[in-house]
T-cell receptor, first 111, second 114 residues
Framework: GEDVEQSLFLSVREGDSSVINCTYTDSSSTYLYWYKQEPGAGLQLLTY?????DMKQDQRLTVLLNKKDKHLSLRIADTQTGDSAIYFCAERDTGRRALTFGSGTRLQVQP | GAGVSQSPSNKVTEKGKDVELRCDPISGHTALYWYRQSLGQGLEFLIY????????KSGLPSDRFSAERTGGSVSTLTIQRTQQEDSAVYLC????????????FGAGTRLSVL
């Protein structure tokens, strides 16, 4: 079945870049997503990428997709304390509407 | 409403009791999903509704779990004879049925079974 894996924790200093990594196993993934979850809140969609793309940039966010290695990353430039949250990688394959999520990466931004 | 609304935000119940969790999707969204987030875990898919089609129940963990979606809008997730392992945050999402399938999430219901 599908599996999505992420590292559990990342700590960076304010102003630095953050890179959160994700690997997935389903070769039929069509879309891959990054969601942000702040304490006590639901998931907020940050960005998504179609599987035939290798990069997508949206303001401070850059998504890189290596389809051959099934590796997805989210780079946050000029990380701010407000970026502290849990970041979830998710994928959807052609056969399903539901998303398969990783366990989330907790980003801690030190002032 | 402007976003996906879930109620209650918190629910504490005793083992063996039944609970109902409610989700009000974004107006006009035809697809509705329930997920479960256990402590420190990612989201686990439970059930998916799309319009008038039969729901995809493939993620329901046992027959104690069921869900309805009345009139193509509000959905209720029912857990019968709750167990301690049912304690989790239950998240609802809705989407348009487009190819990107952008799912918008509610804030969730935190269920604690004592």
């Amino acid at each position: 079945g599908e599996d999505v894996e992420q590292s559990l924790f990342l700590s960076v200093r304010e102003g630095d870049s953050s890179v959160i990594n994700c690997t997935y196993t389903d070769s039929s993934s069509t879309y891959l997503y990054w969601y942000k979850q702040e304490p006590g809140a639901g998931l907020q969609l940050l960005t998504y990428i179609f599987s035939n793309m290798d990069m997508k940039q949206d303001q401070r966010l850059t998504v890189l997709l290596n389809k051959k290695d099934k590796h997805l990353s989210l780079r946050i430039a000029d990380t701010q304390t407000g970026d502290s949250a849990i970041y979830f990688c998710a994928e959807r394959d052609t056969g399903r509407r539901a998303l398969t999520f990783g366990s989330g990466t907790r980003l801690q931004v030190q002032p | 409403g402007a976003g996906v609304s879930q109620s209650p935000s918190n629910k504490v119940t005793e083992k063996g009791k039944d609970v109902e969790l409610r989700c009000d999707p974004i107006s006009g969204h035809t697809a509705l999903y329930w997920y479960r987030q256990s402590l420190g875990q990612g989201l686990e898919f439970l059930i998916y509704f799309q319009g008038n089609s039969a729901p995809d129940k493939s993620g329901l963990p046992s027959d104690r779990f069921s869900a309805e979606r009345t009139g193509g809008s509000v959905s209720t997730l029912t857990i019968q004879r709750t167990q301690q392992e049912d304690s989790a945050v239950y998240l609802c999402a809705s989407s348009f049925p487009g190819s990107e399938n952008i799912q918008y999430f509610g804030a969730g219901t935190r269920l604690s079974v004592l």
